[in-house]
Nanobody
Framework: QVQFVESGGGLVQPGGSLRLSCAAS????????IGWFRQAPGKEREGVSS????????YYKDSVKGRFTISRDNAKNTVYLQMNSLKPEDTAVYFC??????????????????????WGQGTQVTVST
């Protein structure tokens, strides 16, 4: 089965950190730019960050710049999202997906493009006291 499996979510206090993992299953991660997305209750899904393929360039939503770091380990077929200085407004279900090969990964954080591939089931992140 071709999909991503997200993990690493949980309950954390404001100011805390979490590291999310996105493991690819059934396909080779090397071929795709990858995006992290989130959806809070009652809100639309939004792109948080993305990472390119060969150049590994990274892109971030303004509200997470300086706090979140995306990385990839192609040998492990996994993409990570390190989240520091978490805020209550970061509370959401976090998903990863592949960017279609002919689409620039910056669209994850700059547009309403929505034809991503291989969505996972998501992992819940709750930032609360």
């Amino acid at each position: 089965q071709v999909q991503f499996v997200e993990s690493g979510g949980g309950l954390v206090q404001p100011g805390g950190s979490l590291r999310l993992s996105c493991a690819a299953s059934g396909f080779t991660l090397d071929d795709y730019a990858i995006g992290w997305f989130r959806q809070a209750p009652g809100k639309e899904r939004e792109g948080v960050s993305s990472i390119g393929t060969s150049d590994g360039r990274t892109y971030y939503k303004d509200s997470v710049k300086g706090r979140f770091t995306i990385s990839r380990d192609n040998a492990k077929n996994t993409v990570y999202l390190q989240m520091n200085s978490l805020k209550p407004e970061d509370t959401a279900v976090y998903f990863c997906a592949a960017v279609p090969p002919n689409i620039h990964p910056i669209v994850v954080v700059t547009s309403t493009f929505d034809e991503y591939m291989y969505w996972g089931q998501g992992t819940q992140v709750t930032v609360s006291t």
